[in-house]
């Protein structure tokens, strides 16, 4: 269960720590999973040139195969998990931070306001503001992902420690909080329609099964609840989630000269005039094709494995 239950509210309190080693576990289970398609869409993120095979004289990357064939033969199999320790950190620290204030938020919420537990609105609310804390928390180690993965070689960062040290030492604390702002304005709404997606799928897919108890409430019912709501709320926010990228690699061109061209962006609305002029309205939507194979991989396993583990500690 990932929201508070009134009914079994006693139980579910002294299991707090349980929440939090599930959710370190789900999200190093599923990043490990999935890094791949996280290195291919931000590689499609960070490319200025059409991605495109009537642009391929100019441009890096035309497309998911032709950016595999390229990165396995100038950097080797090892590079569709770059960043991938930072990855990690992020799942370490934003899913249980998440899943944990998600609980928290929805306990107050019945409690203090005398809302429904239930109520996939609840859901929506509760799963905005968790997802914003967690990301504040988060960030730092997001922006080391971006740049570890958006080097190319011969690298600027030998590993996270250094490319921590450096963009402290270059460009201060601040460095690590690149792109903020369009994170918080991603994550909160993107939290929230995962939340409240995968309730009202649960809630359908119970409704349909109502008679099969084995299917109405298992690990298929989580999975499939899980792989619509992330393919739903990645579709709703994924333009800022590019901003956010192209935020993160500013004062980071040394170490992108082999992908192409680079830019100067002065914050998020001058980033977002300058794609749209340049790339085009769908230049906003670069990589969006990896980005949903991996948030409906990441959504449904997330949840599913949560959930299990959960269950199992219990």
């Given amino acids: 269960m990932l929201a508070y239950d009134p009914d079994h509210s006693e139980e579910q309190k002294a299991r707090a720590w349980e929440r939090l080693l599930s959710g370190a576990a789900s999200g190093i289970i599923c990043r490990t999973i999935v890094q791949p398609l996280d290195v291919i869409k931000i590689r499609f993120q960070l490319q200025v040139e059409p991605i495109s095979t009537a642009a391929h004289h100019r441009s890096k990357y035309t497309g998911i195969s032709h950016t595999i064939r390229v990165m396995l033969r100038e950097e080797g199999i090892r590079s569709f998990w770059k960043g991938l320790m930072a990855s990690q950190l992020i799942s370490i620290c934003y899913t249980p931070i998440q899943f944990t204030s998600f609980y928290f938020l929805t306990e107050q919420s019945v409690k203090k306001l005398g809302v429904s537990a239930s109520s996939p609105l609840t859901h929506l609310a509760c799963g905005s503001f968790a997802g914003m804390i967690a990301i504040v928390a988060a960030h730092p180690f997001d922006t080391l992902r971006t740049r570890m993965v958006g080097q190319g070689e011969p690298k600027l960062y030998k590993n996270q420690i250094h490319a921590c040290k450096m963009i402290i030492r270059n460009e201060g604390v601040s460095g690590l909080y690149r792109g903020l702002l369009p994170n918080i304005g991603l994550v909160g709404p993107q939290a929230g329609?995962?939340?409240?997606?995968?309730?009202?799928?649960?809630q359908c897919w119970g409704r349909m099964f109502k008679d099969h108890p084995k299917l109405?409430?298992?690990?298929?019912?989580?999975?499939?609840?899980?792989?619509?709501?992330?393919?739903?709320?990645?579709?709703?926010i994924y333009p800022l989630d590019s901003i956010k990228?192209?935020?993160?690699?500013?004062?980071?061109?040394?170490?992108?000269?082999?992908?192409?061209?680079?830019?100067?962006?002065?914050?998020v609305i001058d980033c977002t005039v300058k794609i749209v002029k340049e790339e085009g309205f769908l230049g906003l939507y670069k990589g969006f094709l990896p980005s949903i194979?991996?948030?409906?991989?990441?959504?449904?396993?997330?949840?599913?494995i949560f959930?299990?583990?959960?269950?199992?500690?219990k």
């Fill in 193 to 202: 329609a995962t939340f409240f997606s995968y309730e009202v799928c649960k």
């Fill in 216 to 236: 109405k409430d298992g690990i298929l019912c989580n999975l499939v609840s899980g792989g619509i709501s992330g393919i739903f709320s990645k579709s709703l």
């Fill in 245 to 267: 990228k192209r935020l993160q690699v500013q004062g980071f061109e040394e170490a992108r000269t082999m992908f192409g061209s680079t830019r100067l962006y002065r914050g």
């Fill in 293 to 304: 194979y991996k948030a409906s991989a990441v959504t449904s396993l997330n949840f599913a």
């Fill in 307 to 313: 959930e299990y583990f959960v269950d199992k500690l």
